[in-house]
């Protein structure tokens, strides 16, 4: 997540990146429930479900940028 960010911040910065184990696609995944562990990462991350959380991840998320 930190290098997908990081590229979409400042592009200029890199000419190539290279993701050994992405997790790119916060929106989606943040907000399922189902996934083991999600729940109990709105505590660090916050809950995308609630649109203070959501509009933050949305700016940093890489598939959404």
């Known amino acids: 997540?930190?290098?997908?960010?990081?590229?979409?911040?400042?592009?200029?910065?890199?000419?190539?990146?290279?993701?050994?184990?992405?997790?790119?696609?916060?929106?989606?995944?943040?907000?399922?429930?189902?996934?083991?562990?999600?729940s109990g990462e709105w505590v660090e991350w916050g809950n995308p479900n609630e649109e203070k959380y959501h509009q933050y991840m949305m700016e940093y998320s890489p598939m959404n940028n």
């Open 1 to 38: 997540l930190l290098i997908g960010a990081s590229i979409n911040q400042a592009p200029e910065l890199f000419k190539c990146a290279i993701l050994g184990v992405p997790f790119v696609d916060v929106a989606v995944t943040m907000t399922d429930s189902t996934i083991p562990l999600t």
